[in-house]
């Protein structure tokens, strides 16, 4: 019987807390009932439930996670059981059969963004689907991946421990009305955990902030009170300036290593 799944896991919902939490800190009270991410699509409603609150508010979730991940990707091992078919194998995503817990967590498959090495070697040490490799045991000449297809060159089936760049892997579901389920969430990632998510947190704060910032330009408004505006450019120039800072530190942090 598959194991729980036990990663990392950030809860879309207690995401929203948070940032609605860290907005009214910021003197940006109710920002979600501003945006207009607080309705709901009711059942037999005219509206088009695809432009629910929830679903643009997770869009621009995604986009935050995307500008984040160009800086701090998410770099681990993974077991994968490698059969080439017409010369290639092709990666696949099942955190959602891992989630449901159809697969074992150490089954763990995720497309790479690149592939920093592979090996076919037991890892020195192995919790789960966290891996440690001795050096100098990773393949990483032969190898010709186009994502999200691995090439066999000098490759053969087998059961290999892939070292790679991914992206983090998330779940999004909604119900009838629109809004986010529970069980939508980020992996690899953890509410309150490290200075990762402080600045994840920031970044998705920011985009938020400039989504709104856009809207006020361009739309009015009657929800946004007058004393909003004087403090939203100050907060957008604050928190751009200290993940610039941030991101452009990336590869010197010590939080990612390759």
Do not use: H
């Amino acid at each position: 019987m598959p194991t729980p799944c036990t990663l990392q896991q950030l809860s879309i919902n207690d995401l929203k807390k948070e940032l609605l939490r860290r907005s009214t800190i910021l003197g940006i009270p109710d920002l979600f009932d501003i945006l207009g991410f607080n309705g709901e699509v009711e059942e037999n409603s005219t509206e088009d439930p695809d432009y629910s609150g929830d679903k643009v508010f997770f869009s621009l979730i995604r986009q935050s996670l995307e500008t984040f991940e160009y800086y701090y990707p998410l770099i681990t091992f993974l077991r994968s059981n490698i059969t080439f078919n017409n010369g290639y194998y092709e990666f696949t995503n099942n955190i959602q059969a891992v989630y449901d817990g159809i697969l074992d967590q150490e089954w763990l498959e995720l497309v790479p963004r690149s592939i920093v090495g592979l090996t076919r070697s037991v890892p020195a040490l192995t919790f789960g689907n966290i891996a440690t490799v001795l050096p100098g045991m990773l393949i990483r000449t032969y190898i010709r991946y186009v994502a999200p297809r691995l090439y066999q060159q000098s490759l053969f089936n087998a059961t290999y421990f892939i070292k790679g760049v991914y992206n983090r892997p998330f779940i999004e579901e909604y119900d009838s009305s629109g809004r986010l389920t529970d069980n939508s969430r980020i992996f690899y990632m953890e509410l309150g955990f490290g200075v990762i998510w402080d600045k994840f947190c920031k970044q998705c704060l920011l985009t938020l902030l400039e989504y709104l910032n856009s809207l006020k330009t361009n739309l009015t408004l009657p929800n946004l009170p007058v004393e909003v505006f004087s403090s939203l450019n100050e907060v957008i120039s604050k928190y751009t300036t200290e993940l610039d800072k941030y991101y452009n530190e990336a590869g010197t942090s010590g939080e990612l290593v390759i």
